[in-house]
């Protein structure tokens, strides 16, 4: 089992791409279109394939436990943070317009892409990123359910529409594939076009998120709030991957769930609910201080986290 500098060295070039990210587009490499243009081909080309290759032909998929189990995990778990998150902000004085549904939706999402998917690869190997992926269909579902409302009051109905994407048709057709036992009839031509941009979709997303965040570094002074970084900290990095570990021990879910659950516990804010508070009327600078402080306390609470977790449930 890798010992606690080992799997922070396993994490800190995924930190690296991202400030590299941050580096091109304050220099002005990506900036504009090209920064637009660049998380479209992320999102509708590159992950999907990543998506394709993880889940079609990945045996672990083909145990029922391990396709409907995870998402439902997924949903729940994200939900109660929100939810625990909301009564939070309110304890610690945020207000309505004033940033409490933000910092509910921000803190209580975690990062369920770009820095768990290498980081399930690297101790587990590939496999385990396919119970990543399925499991990340419930996370997705609540993110655009429960967060949007919480957010902006979005008709469910309309939450629901967000998951009609590429990646969603995409997971669902890998995943009829695989248990259908049909992926060898994939054409090999197709095959070899899906996997070189598979492995793009990884340090791409990272660099596009560096880029996404450098928008908010100009005046370094308002990007640490104390009592809304504080509490992040306190919630995300403490109080919920205790709750998220107990569900996994207790919970009777299949080792390679476990281990979903384990990276998932120990992962900072995710990114993209910073776009979500601007688009459905959030404070985006209450997104980005509390991504930004789980983001810099997580590269060295993460891997704590993952050893703890790995011991405990024994995966």
């Known amino acids: 089992m890798p010992n606690y500098w080992q799997l922070l060295l396993l994490i800190l070039p995924i930190f690296a791409l991202i400030a590299i990210g941050v ?5 002005h490499w990506i900036e504009g279109e090209a920064e637009t243009s660049l998380i479209r081909l992320v999102v509708n080309v590159c992950m999907p394939c990543l998506v394709f290759e993880s889940v ?31 009564y939070v902000a309110k304890a ?16 209580g ?13 690297a101790i587990w190997g590939r496999e385990s990123q396919g119970i990543l992926l399925v499991h990340n269909v419930g996370v997705e579902a609540a993110m655009w359910t429960v967060g949007v409302l919480v957010l902006n009051g979005l008709s469910l109905r309309d939450g629901w529409k967000k998951l009609v994407s590429p990646m969603g048709i995409t997971l669902a057709v890998a995943v009829v594939l695989n248990l259908a036992g049909w992926v060898r009839y994939v054409p090999q031509f197709v095959v070899d076009v899906i996997h070189p941009l598979a492995a793009c979709a990884i340090p791409l997303g990272l660099i596009t998120v560096g880029a996404s965040l450098a928008h908010y570094l100009g005046d370094l002074k308002t990007l640490f709030q104390p009592k809304v970084t504080g509490a992040a900290w306190a919630m995300r990095l403490g109080v919920l991957p205790i709750l998220i570990l107990v569900v996994a021990r207790w919970l009777p879910c299949s080792v390679e769930l476990k281990r979903v659950l ?37 590269v060295f609470l993460s891997p704590l986290w993952i050893g703890l977790g790995r011991s405990w449930l024994g995966v």
């Open 23 to 27: 580096v091109v587009r304050r220099i």
């Open 262 to 298: 384990v990276v998932q516990a120990a992962m900072p804010s995710a990114v993209f609910p910073i776009v979500l508070a601007r688009h459905y009327g959030g404070q985006p600078l209450t997104a980005v201080q509390v991504v930004l402080g789980t983001t810099a306390l997580g």
């Open 109 to 121: 999402i975690c990062n369920y892409g770009y820095l768990p998917l290498p980081i399930m690869a």
């Open 56 to 86: 079609a032909g990945n045996s672990a998929l083909r145990e029922p436990s391990n396709v409907f189990l995870p998402p439902f995990v997924g949903f729940a778990i994200t939900a109660m943070s929100v939810w625990l998150c909301l």
């Open 92 to 107: 610690i004085g945020l207000t309505v317009g004033g940033g409490r549904r933000t910092f509910a939706v921000v803190t």
